[in-house]
């Protein structure tokens, strides 16, 4: 039995952001491919995961200790670590801090690591990528090493320059020193552990070029096919969306969805109700758009699917590409009618009007929207097409499927070079 260990960031449990359901969802999928399980948990600063809350998904848990505030780093502190991002990474040096791993760096998470590696003696160790630079620790006790790329971290700290440096042009030194290292990290640690993962095709490409690894592999987003069960369709004009909205695109989407398009929509629909679900929206914004007619503001939801089950269509006019996300899994899940633009559905082959209606302009999103909201028989077929699709490509068994024919950790040597 292949032995593995994963080493799990800090997060609150349960898990409720996308990055986070991740990182639960992965510890399923190893334990679906028949491996040992262990887990290194770190803590935020005022929460602990507890073995408990883990037994479910692992053999053994590990307590990794708490990550360091982000208080506790002063400006000057700060700033001396952005000019040693630039002098690493333009000498190309390997660090021994980066950008996204600095409160772990400070808390001596690396030698954590290599002490759980010590003592569970893996034959695989799954990091996150940004702590790729804890791998050379890993390869040095004769473990193997798989990196989860949920994020690519240089198309991650890009993202940040181009949103945040042109809000805010005094921070963007800062950025630019972040997106040095992130992509220095990357061509420095990823060329020589066994197996990279990424949410998506495009992501593989790049990341195989940038890192010169030929192992790298899709590993998609996905949930149970039994966590969600399809229901009837609902006749009432609800349309859905949910997310987290600290996550700048999807306050974006939100705001577009209920000052662009529903102005559209009511025109065509005029009974038509927009919900808006999740965590993180600023006071502000949900005040105003809480005050907008035919619009809902619900807030945090405790039970996701049953919000997503009361929906007709669930909208989702995110921007920004980058996998396939879970808000679109769990509709789709759900047996939910799904609109999207082209850049959230980028991760999937399906076409328009296949599975889910692509739609990316407020006219265009607000005619599909109308479609579904009008149409029975499109509706239905659209929700059918939709479950189907997640059965076959995202669900946990389907991922989990094509990981026992493709991953170092179901015992599939890699071809040689």
């Known amino acids: 039995m292949t032995r593995v260990l994963t080493v799990l960031p800090a997060m609150p449990l349960p898990a409720t952001a996308g990055l986070q359901l991740r990182m639960m969802e992965e510890l399923q999928i190893v334990r679906a491919l028949g491996c040992h399980t262990t887990v290194l948990a770190f803590q935020t600063e005022d929460d602990d995961p507890g073995a408990e809350r ?13 990550r360091v505030p982000h208080h506790a780093f002063s400006t000057t502190e700060r700033a001396q670590q952005r000019l040693q991002f630039v002098y690493n990474a333009l000498r190309h040096r390997r660090g021994d801090i980066y950008p996204l791993s600095v409160r772990y760096d400070r808390m001596g998470a690396e030698d954590v ?30 473990s193997g090493t798989v990196i989860d790329a949920a994020d690519v971290l240089s198309g991650l ?32 640690f990823l060329p020589d552990v066994d197996e990279i993962w990424c ?19 899709v590993v998609p987003n996905a949930i149970p096919a039994s966590s969600i069960s399809p229901s009837r369709l609902p006749d009432r004009p609800i349309v859905g969306f ?16 209920v000052d662009d398009v529903l102005p559209l929509l009511r025109v065509l629909a005029p009974e038509v109700r927009v919900r808006l679900a999740g965590t993180g929206m600023p006071a502000g914004i949900e005040q105003r758009l809480s005050l907008t007619p035919n619009v809902q503001v619900m807030g945090p939801v405790g039970d996701a699917a049953g919000f997503v089950a009361g929906c007709r269509v669930m909208a989702l006019p995110v921007r920004r590409p980058g996998g396939v996300p879970f808000k679109l899994i769990e509709a789709m899940a759900a047996q939910r009618p799904v609109v999207a633009t082209s850049a959230l559905a980028s991760g999937l082959e399906f076409p328009s009007g296949q599975a889910l209606l692509i739609a990316d302009s407020p006219r265009e999103l607000a005619d599909a929207i109308q479609l579904v909201l009008s149409d029975n028989e499109l509706a239905t077929r659209l929700a059918s097409d ?22 170092v950790l179901a015992g599939r040597p890699h071809a040689a070079e």
């Open 113 to 142: 690591v290599a002490e759980a590696v010590a003592r569970t003696k893996p034959d695989f160790v799954i990091l996150p990528s940004f702590l790729s630079h804890y791998a050379p620790v890993v390869a040095r006790a004769g």
């Open 157 to 188: 700290t890009r993202a940040f320059v181009r949103e945040y440096g042109a809000r805010n042009p005094l921070k963007l030194p800062g950025l630019v020193a972040n997106r040095l290292a992130a992509r220095a990290q990357e061509r420095l």
């Open 242 to 257: 949910i997310g987290t909205y600290a996550y700048t695109p999807t306050l974006d989407a939100a705001i577009m969805l």
């Open 54 to 66: 883990l037994s479910t998904l692992c053999d053994e848990a590990i307590a990794g200790g708490p």
């Open 386 to 407: 939709a479950r189907r699709a997640f059965e076959q490509e995202l669900s946990t068994e389907a991922v989990t499927a094509r990981l026992t024919a493709s991953s």
């Open 199 to 217: 949410t998506w095709e495009p992501e593989v490409a790049r990341l195989a070029v940038t890192s010169g690894n030929r192992h790298v592999i």
